[in-house]
Nanobody, 120 residues
Framework: QVQLVESGGGLVQAGGSLRLSCAAS?????????MCWYRQAPGKQRELVAG???????NYADSVKDRFTIFRDNAKNTVYLQMNSLKPEDTAVYHCEAVTTVGGSLVEYWGQGTQVTVSS
């Protein structure tokens, strides 16, 4: 079953903003150690964009620091990626990932991905 559902991608001009959402099941959200956003552009390796721990610690790729913000809404079991001052090089498929502890084991879950396209 699908347990991470992403939304919010689309087309935007350079300098614009988008907010990506990753809605998780309650069980994943409760057990998650980390939730992250990754992206992969054509011809490039997948890269970690931003991450947030269950304790609220965040980290960002150098290329998006001061432009992107990751945060969570525990009441909605949702993690967001606010993307401001978008650049054409931000164009990629963005995926949500959760790292959880289930039955004493670490398990990864992935969303289906959402396309972000930034025009010049």
């Amino acid at each position: 079953q699908v347990q991470l559902v992403e939304s919010g991608g689309g087309l935007v001009q350079a300098g614009g903003s988008l907010r990506l959402s990753c809605a998780a099941s309650a069980s994943i959200f409760i057990s998650s150690n980390d939730m992250c956003w990754y992206r992969q552009a054509p011809g490039k390796q997948r890269e970690l964009v931003a991450g947030i721990t269950s304790g609220g610690r965040t980290n960002y790729a150098d290329s998006v620091k001061d432009r992107f913000t990751i945060f969570r809404d525990n009441a909605k079991n949702t993690v967001y990626l606010q993307m401001n001052s978008l650049k054409p090089e931000d164009t990629a498929v963005y995926h949500c990932e959760a790292v959880t502890t289930v039955g004493g084991s670490l398990v990864e879950y992935w969303g289906q991905g959402t396309q972000v396209t930034v025009s010049s």
